[in-house]
């Protein structure tokens, strides 16, 4: 890509950046594109017409932390999530501590699988 996604791409690397949100920019339609040295342009533009994204962080308890916190983590998070509104779009990422592999087994309700 050239012009503005470069200097987007440029702006993140001098300011040691990885992620960024770009408002407004009128691009059309739901995709996805490299946009240079490693970087990815997602973008979700629709035809005038305003569309809610709800945008979620989430860090999960780590492993030594005790049963009880982990399961209030999962319950406030469901509970979070219940309040969006189908109709609205969720992005959600972040660190959920989830352990995978063959040790991992009877623990599936607290660290995920």
Request: proline residues 2%; hydrophobic residues 30%.
């Amino acid at each position: 890509m050239t012009g503005r996604g470069q200097e987007i791409v440029e702006l993140m690397e001098r300011r040691r950046i990885n992620i960024t949100f770009v408002q407004e920019t009128k691009w059309k339609e739901c995709k996805a594109r490299e946009i240079g040295n490693g970087f990815k342009l997602f973008y979700n533009g629709s035809n005038g017409k305003r569309e809610i994204v709800n945008i979620m962080s989430a860090y999960a308890p780590q492993m030594g932390c005790d049963e009880e916190e982990k399961t209030q983590f999962w319950e406030d998070l469901e509970e979070d999530l219940r309040e969006i509104p189908e109709s609205e779009r969720l992005w959600i990422g972040g660190d959920f501590n989830g352990h995978c592999g063959s040790n991992n087994r009877g623990k599936e309700d607290t660290i995920g699988i």
